[in-house]
Structures are given as C-alpha cells and as structure tokens.
C-alpha cells in the first residue's frame, strides 16, 4: 500500500512538473495575463512541495517499517539463540548425570 501511495505521489510531481513547465512557457508567450499565471504558477509550486513532502512522509515510514521488522526480526533470534543455549546448558547437566550413574 505504501508502495501504491509513494507511486502516486512521484506521478502527481511528474504531471505538476509538466503543468509548471507549460504555465511558464504561456507566461513567455501571453503576458497579459502574468499576473493570472504567476498565481498558478505558485500554486503549481506549493502542490509540488506538498507532494514532497508527502513522499518523503510516506519513505520515512516506509523505512520505520522495515526497521521495526529487522528489530522484531533480531529479538526473536536472540529468544531462540538463548532458549538453545539454556536447551544445551539443560542437555549437558542430563549427560554429567547419566556419567554419574
């Protein structure tokens, strides 16, 4: 899902990427109406941070993600690796024993 989030945050910077690109080329052709385009431009820019920023938000979870999954990841190994040594600890006290009989 995220994947899908941060997919369509990359196309929205493409396609306002291009909008921005056209506005500025209207602006060199019409400018008459620079006033009208400077507005959109601008707010072409402000949607372009906003999507930014909403794909950096959206990366950082991602990254928390995968960080909480390698920390669950390490704690269960460090269960297993200690519930084996006490099984060993356990299994050697058994055999010291059964030499003792």
């Known amino acids: 899902m995220l994947g899908e989030t941060m997919s369509y945050h990359k196309k929205n ?9 056209d506005l500025q080329e209207q602006l060199k052709n019409n400018e008459e109406m620079a006033d009208v385009i400077n507005e959109r431009i601008e707010e072409t820019i402000q949607k372009i941070k906003d999507e930014s920023n909403a794909l950096e938000d959206n990366k950082n979870k991602l990254i928390d993600y995968y960080k909480t999954g390698i920390q669950n990841e390490n704690e269960a190994l460090q269960k297993n690796i200690k519930l084996r040594s006490e099984a060993l600890s356990k299994q ?4 010291d024993y059964a030499k003792q009989l």
């Open 13 to 21: 910077i493409v396609d306002f990427r291009q909008k921005l690109e």
């Open 92 to 95: 050697k006290e058994y055999n």
